[in-house]
């Protein structure tokens, strides 16, 4: 690394420290050279909000301009947050009053436990509903909405869109590449208690705390082994583990990340939110080593570079045959670099890969 690029990463973390933790960092005066390379790193992570929300409240000095940028982007952000809550509120209202069987997951859910719930880069509006649930879940959607529901051929979901809100309505939540491991998670979420979120006003039922971290790893993890995952995920993950560590239950999370082998993975993951975003060792539930800290750092390098969802540094776009080609040379170099963290999900992956060469 760079020391150009580790002073940049440095103040990126120390900023969103700030924005996740409140912690008052000291006077900080940035040149219009450090704030096009503070404004890029943001945007590549998903984490503009948060950074541009603190540079307008904190004592840090910007270039004229560059104050009104980042109060605009921020607004901005503020602004789709607000809308995507409205989208919660409208399918909340429609599924209870259809008596249908839903979670929220991810997303809002995520942000109603951030300190500046709206300074969160929103997404989708992502809900599961069990087999019993989700094909009503669509007909009442589609007739309340106006909206037409295409299956597009995914194994986890379907998506439609509503006052430029997107909904991806889940009939899976993971993939864990093995029936065994996809049986034990189906039992968890078939068995899980669940709680309630305020969005906005609206009470949302979403996943037990100690289900919902699990999940957000795994959804992590899926995305950093193949393109790669931003910072946005690791902020979520942290911010969970540390406003809900009342709630969660350390013993029964070691138990399943132990069962579905994806300790070793959960840890290494775990080094940039306790030694980059500040948690403790006790909130994130383990103690860690330095092997830890050495799978750390290549985990730490593909998200600095490859960014959000991993759309960054590629050469050849999203379609095409090329993007197929380059997008599975990034996936294998991946799985070589992290394949011995949770090596029965890498190595089940392999085989569905190969699998749907046939």
Excluded at 13 to 27: C, Q
Excluded at 328 to 341: N, V
């Amino acid at each position: 690394m760079s020391k150009k690029n580790k002073e940049s990463y440095n103040l990126l973390f120390t900023i969103l420290k700030d924005s996740l933790w409140g912690m008052a960092g000291t006077s900080i005066k940035l040149s219009e050279k450090e704030c096009a390379e503070l404004w890029k790193l943001a945007e590549k992570q998903a984490v503009s909000g948060m950074v541009f929300g603190t540079l307008t409240k904190k004592n840090i000095s910007l270039p004229e301009m560059r104050v009104f940028e980042a109060f605009s982007i921020a607004e901005q952000i503020k602004q789709q947050g607000s809308v995507i809550n409205g989208g919660v509120k409208r399918i909340v209202e429609i599924f209870d009053e259809a008596n249908v069987d839903y979670v929220i997951v991810k997303g809002q859910v995520v942000a109603s436990y951030y300190k500046e719930p709206l300074l969160r880069h929103s997404g989708d509006v992502d809900y599961y509903c069990d087999s019993e649930n989700f094909e009503k879940s669509l007909e009442v959607a589609s007739k309340a909405l106006n909206v037409e529901i295409e299956d597009n051929g995914s194994s986890y979901h379907v998506h439609f869109d509503h006052k430029g809100v997107t909904y991806e309505g889940h009939f899976a939540l993971v993939n864990l590449y093995n029936k065994g491991r996809k049986a034990y998670f189906q039992k968890l979420l078939d068995n899980d208690k669940g709680t309630n979120v305020d969005i906005d006003g609206c009470m949302v039922k979403t996943l037990s705390p100690t289900l919902h971290v699990l999940y957000i790893f795994i959804h992590l993890y899926s995305h950093l082994t193949k393109l790669g995952v931003g910072l946005r995920q690791f902020c979520d993950m942290a911010v969970m583990l540390r406003n809900c560590h009342e709630q969660i239950e350390m013993d029964e999370l070691r138990k399943n990340l132990e069962n579905l082998g994806m300790e070793r993975a959960y840890k290494a993951c775990g080094t940039i939110l306790v030694d980059q975003l500040g948690i403790t060792e006790k909130e994130l539930g383990y103690a860690l080593t330095d092997t830890d800290r050495k799978y750390g750092k290549r985990i730490l390098d593909v998200v600095m570079y490859r960014g959000n969802m991993g759309h960054y540094n590629k050469r050849t776009g999203f379609r095409g045959w090329k993007h197929k080609v380059e997008a599975m040379g990034i996936k294998l170099a991946h799985f070589a670099k992290f394949a011995p963290l949770a090596p029965k999900y890498s190595y089940g992956w392999i085989l569905n890969e190969v699998k749907k060469l046939y």
